[in-house]
């Protein structure tokens, strides 16, 4: 006997063609759990999005739980032994596993702790002489295969929902090429720069519609370089705006994403002083 | 009454972060209860030290995807305070905006998508969407409006984007904000159908003599800055906040826990109602009255209307600071500060309670030092005191073991734990 809910599944179409619903699972690591929230946003469309898979595990909001999932979306970064452990089962259960925001990508806000390159002293100056343990922050593909990234802290509601569509759908998810510049400059946005303000949109991907420079802050870089980043360029504008080239490093270092950038420049400014 | 319980919640479900239940009653006697928190640091105080003072709001609104205004706020405060800037009247006005609409998202998230659901029998909001579409709708329409006056004043309802020293990046769209005003104004009519299904719940009956702890301020409901006050009489000043949290680690909890009178306290919603009952709005207080609320309430369990009732404060409030932004032409968006060498403390009431953050600046306003002292760490040790006694009642009574598992997970609940947050 098929219950009422089973029948509407099995009646949805799109283009004639039938939908299914796959059975998603949501997990979090070493995060705030803010791009998690950011699913419950937009509640306007909500119902409709909650509708378009079956969540069978989501413990920041429902107690079922189910180790059937064929997609898991993974928030945040791996920082402990028991992390990687969750990390692999998580892959061994998923077809697709999708790293879910910039911790998952990057190692994000976490991996800043990383710059010191001395967890001991990291331990102590926040729980001194208790032992805790910790290891360097890290993506998620430093663990597992992943097979889809969803960039930004915090990952863009509006994004998240276009990707799900498109997997349900088995549509091919594709991420912009070209820097949030190009998104800055259809808005029509004041050049930050302009106003003295630091700024990674011409060397971040784009796709978060230039979330912060239209709301008058510089790009922090949580999405990631686009494949089209020209650094040397984004440094002589830096330089000819008078910007001091600490602040950029404050903004390359954040997120993780231009991790290999940062260090270079951290190593520079340091043998400077 | 001879039972015995084993109760063995690992990684409890709906609520932030990672937290076990462990309950073993043999013979009627308890053997073991506790609340372990297991969340993993992410060292957020190591992390700012060398930083310049314009990363410490960035980063720390970071620490919680839930309350990142209210963190992003404590940490502006406390660069203020140790430049020694005072913002504008009108950056007071939204930033207090602003962390109304926070409280009210929070608190209606907490109340409705994680809360309710125990109380309607079913595992999440999702069942609730077939069995109770109304309510549904109304926890939604409210969420939504609480996030969208966030977006218009924030920049972004999670992680803000125009929050900075000095003030606002840029100011919100004075037409938006005669048009949320009517949503405020229409979101009462939900806040009561939502205080008439509260009246509908039994709230557990438990009772455990609490030393409650929140900020004060004289004739106001205090939501940012203010003198630090607890129930027991302890009166302590914004920058003697160290003397209130007495901080120490225990073996069960990756999150440093605190005491003061005696041996754990609590923050938040209830604490902040029993301190400061008489400053509440009269609406509000009538809620909280008309719900069996009242100064000192004991029970744990009634956190979840002290939310509700404070839903209704901070939209009636917000209804007020609309009035006044709108009564005068806007002034700058944001002021010049000069960073100055010096040690800064900011507290600030976030949803789950007094949140505290202290940075100490060299003369080029880079961070030497940081602490943040987090809500859900101050109750930590008062939710693992709270099982302790539950547990004991339960064993007395002889409750069922299904009863006593959904009872203490319902505990933990009430006190809406960040618990990501509280291990930062």
């Not at chain 2, 709005?281 to 069996?292: F, I, K, N, Q, Y």
Request: net charge negative.
């Amino acid at each position: 006997m098929r219950d009422e809910t089973k029948m509407k599944d099995d009646e949805r179409t799109y283009l004639g063609v039938a939908v299914p619903r796959p059975p998603v699972a949501f997990f979090e690591l070493s995060s705030c759990e803010g791009c998690q929230l950011q699913l419950f946003n937009n509640e306007a469309g909500l119902l409709d999005f909650l509708d378009l898979v079956e969540i069978v595990n989501f413990r920041e909001a429902m107690t079922e739980k189910s180790d059937h999932y064929q997609i898991a979306f993974v928030e945040g970064s791996v920082t402990r032994t028991d992390e990687e452990e969750r990390l692999r089962t998580i892959r061994d259960n998923a077809e697709l596993v999708v790293a879910l925001g910039s911790c998952a990508c990057f190692g994000g806000v976490n991996q800043l702790k990383n710059r010191f390159n001395d967890l001991d002293w990291v331990v102590r100056e926040v729980y001194g002489d208790y032992a805790i343990s910790s290891q360097a922050a890290r993506p998620l593909a430093d663990v597992i295969r992943v097979d889809l990234e969803i960039f930004g802290c915090p990952v863009k509601k509006e994004e998240v929902e276009r990707i799900v569509t498109n997997l349900v759908l088995g549509k091919p998810v594709h991420h912009p090429q070209y820097p949030i510049c190009m998104e800055c400059k259809a808005r029509e946005n004041v050049c930050l720069f302009d106003l003295g303000e630091p700024c990674l949109g011409p060397v971040t991907r784009a796709g978060c519609d230039a979330w912060c420079p239209s709301n008058r802050l510089g790009c922090w870089g949580c999405r990631g370089p686009a494949p089209a980043a020209n650094m040397a360029e984004l440094r002589d504008i830096v330089v000819r705006k008078q910007i001091s080239l600490e602040r950029l490093l404050d903004r390359l270092e954040c997120f993780g994403g231009f991790a290999d950038e940062a260090h270079i420049l951290r190593q520079e400014l340091e043998g400077r002083s | 009454m001879k039972i015995s319980c084993q109760v063995d919640v690992r990684h409890l479900t709906r609520v932030e972060g990672h937290g076990n239940i462990k309950i073993s009653i043999v013979d009627g006697l308890v053997k073991e209860a506790s609340w372990e928190v297991v969340e993993t640091p992410r060292f957020f105080e190591a992390m700012l030290v060398g930083k310049l003072y314009e990363n410490a709001p960035y980063i720390c609104g970071r620490i919680c995807g839930i309350c990142s205004i209210g963190h992003t706020l404590a940490s502006i405060r406390t660069i203020e305070n140790a430049f020694g800037f005072r913002p504008s009247g009108q950056t007071d006005r939204l930033r207090l905006l602003l962390k109304h609409m926070e409280t009210l998202q929070s608190h209606i998230l907490h109340i409705y998508f994680l809360a309710a659901p125990d109380y309607l029998g079913v595992g999440s909001v999702l069942p609730l969407t077939k069995s109770h579409p109304e309510v549904v709708q109304q926890a939604l329409r409210l969420k939504q409006l609480a996030n969208d006056l966030c977006d218009e004043v924030g920049g972004r309802r999670l992680h803000p984007t125009r929050t900075v020293v000095g003030g606002f990046t840029m100011l919100p769209d004075r037409h938006t904000l005669g048009r949320m005003r009517q949503r405020l104004q229409a979101s009462l009519a939900d806040l009561a159908a939502g205080a008439a299904l509260f009246a509908g719940f039994t709230i557990p009956d438990f009772q455990r003599e609490t030393e409650f702890v929140s900020l004060h301020q004289e004739g106001a409901y205090p939501f940012i800055g203010g003198d630090l006050r607890s129930s027991d009489g302890v009166c302590k000043k914004e920058h003697e906040y160290l003397a209130m949290t007495n901080e120490y680690m225990a073996d069960y909890s990756t999150s440093k826990l605190s005491r003061l009178s005696r041996q754990s306290f609590a923050v938040g919603a209830l604490a902040r109602v029993n301190n400061n009952f008489h400053s509440l709005h009269p609406a509000a207080r009538a809620v909280a009255e008309e719900l069996g609320l009242t100064p000192l309430s004991h029970n744990p369990y009634m956190n979840n209307v002290a939310q509700l009732v404070e839903c209704v404060h901070v939209v009636q409030e917000s209804i007020s600071l609309i009035d006044e932004l709108l009564a005068v032409p806007w002034q700058e968006a944001r002021q010049v500060v000069e960073p100055r060498a010096g040690i800064g403390v900011g507290a600030v009431e976030v949803p789950r309670g007094i949140l505290y953050h202290c940075l100490e600046f060299d003369g080029q306003g880079r961070i030497c030092k940081a602490d943040c002292v987090i809500p859900t760490s101050q109750n930590h040790a008062n939710i693992h005191h709270d099982i302790k006694a539950l547990a004991g009642e339960c064993a007395a009574r002889g409750t069922a073991d299904q009863e006593i598992e959904l009872l203490a997970e319902m505990l933990v609940r009430a006190y809406d734990p960040c618990i990501s947050c509280s291990v930062h």
